[in-house]
């Protein structure tokens, strides 16, 4: 693969990266823009592409090619980053992703260090929950404020065909362990498809009487075995249908306008039901991500494979504000929109595992 940093080409295996994006137009302020109005105060910071499981919409059997140690952002490099990103582009929510953030025996430190350095700043994490049990009051004591737990099905022999692995039993745990720990409110997501539309209303109960939020997800064709296909999609009609069918549903909408869900009051509330209809019902115009991969590149939207290369900036004596620099010219080039839904889309080289969803 070619990649462009400032005039010469090396070949890295991962997608197009570019230092500096024409930055015609922009406006001269701190914050990151992008050409459509848009600002990003949301932080999704990815820090390994290994994983416990191989979720079947997200991993190839036999998992991610593994990146050279030297090549992932070090613990010091990611606080560093989030540091960069909160205190002078203004974004006001950090949440670690992957891959599985558990996977790196440093999510402790990168936690403590980032809470450190970000005070006050929500840090969050979206898990898979696999060993959580073990490290959920460690890092609920670092500095974690929350966590979500992606959980497609209560069905063990599902859940193993589903992640391609028979750990269910840890993931309950580790919600439990999680709530224990304080982080709180615990959100669950599940992947929608025909595969987990018979499971939804059981998945349901199981959260209303868990205690948690449960969301839908509409699968989107990030999965790296390039097999979704949008005769297959189910779509969030289908899912309030099945649900309708057990609960009583109450249209509530956004919590927010930046929040991607729509929500639904269940059995008259207080607890509620998400969906996040990503492709039939997309939220591009309202959202509010950057996008920071374990290499240390930025990515401003999860369909664009136009990254903008920090870590060597970072590595070879960038200030801060260098860095700043780089970042804001990466977002104002972001796209209008995901353009799933265009003809002649492609997906993205990078598969969900290999970005941080
Ligand atoms: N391993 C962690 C986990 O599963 O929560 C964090 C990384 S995972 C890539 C982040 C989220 O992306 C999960 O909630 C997962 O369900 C979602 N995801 C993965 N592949 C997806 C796809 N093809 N379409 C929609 N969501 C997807
Ligand atoms: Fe791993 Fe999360 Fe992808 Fe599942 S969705 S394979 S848990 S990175």
């Known amino acids: 693969m070619t990649v462009v940093r400032t005039g010469t ?26 050409s459509f109005g848009r600002v990003a105060r949301d932080l999704r910071v990815s820090i390994t592409e290994k994983c416990s499981l191989r979720c079947t919409y997200c991993m ?8 050279p140690r030297t090549q992932l952002l070090t613990t010091d ?18 949440r670690f992703t992957g891959g599985e953030p558990l996977m790196r025996r440093d999510l402790e430190d990168i936690v403590a260090g980032c809470a450190e350095r970000v005070p006050g700043i929500p840090l969050a994490m979206t898990t898979n929950a696999v060993g959580l049990e073990h490290r959920a009051d460690a ?3 670092a500095g974690l404020t929350r966590v979500n737990v992606s959980l497609d099905t209560v069905d063990r022999a599902h859940f193993a065909e589903l992640t391609r692995r028979d750990r269910l039993p840890s993931v309950l745990t580790g919600i439990r362990a999680a709530q224990q720990a304080g982080l709180a409110p615990m959100k669950i997501n599940a992947v929608l498809m025909s595969e987990t539309l018979s ?4 998945l349901l109960e199981w959260c209303l009487a868990a205690g948690c939020a449960l969301r839908f997800i509409e699968q989107m064709p990030l999965d790296a075995d390039h097999e979704w296909a949008r005769e297959n999609m189910v779509g969030a009609q289908a899912l309030l249908n099945v649900l309708g069918a057990r609960f009583a549903l109450e249209e509530i909408g956004r919590e927010d306008p930046s929040s991607p869900a729509e929500e639904w009051l269940v059995n008259g509330g207080p607890a509620t039901v998400g969906i996040i209809g990503s492709v039939t ?29 920090l870590r060597d900036a ?18 104002w080039g972001k ?16 598969s969900m595992g290999a970005i941080g969803g």
């Not at 499971?199 to 059981?202: N, Q, R, S, T």
């Open 9 to 34: 080409v090396v070949d890295v295996g991962i997608p197009a990266v570019r230092t500096a994006p024409d930055v015609a137009g922009r406006p001269d302020v701190p914050e990151l823009v992008d």
């Open 60 to 67: 190839p059997a036999e998992g991610l090619p593994a990146v």
């Open 77 to 94: 490099e990611i606080v560093r980053l989030v540091g960069v990103a909160v205190h002078r582009l203004g974004v006001r929510e950090v």
């Open 139 to 141: 890092l609920a004591r």
């Open 199 to 202: 499971g939804a209303a059981e």
């Open 281 to 309: 019902r997309p939220f591009c115009e309202d959202c509010d991500r950057t996008r920071l991969t374990a290499e240390g590149t930025v990515r401003s939207c999860l369909f664009s494979d136009q990254e903008v290369d």
């Open 314 to 331: 970072l590595r070879s004596g960038a200030t801060d504000e260098d860095l700043a620099l780089l970042w804001r010219a990466a977002m």
């Open 335 to 350: 796209w209008a929109g995901h353009g799933i839904n265009a003809a002649g889309f492609i997906p993205p080289q990078r």
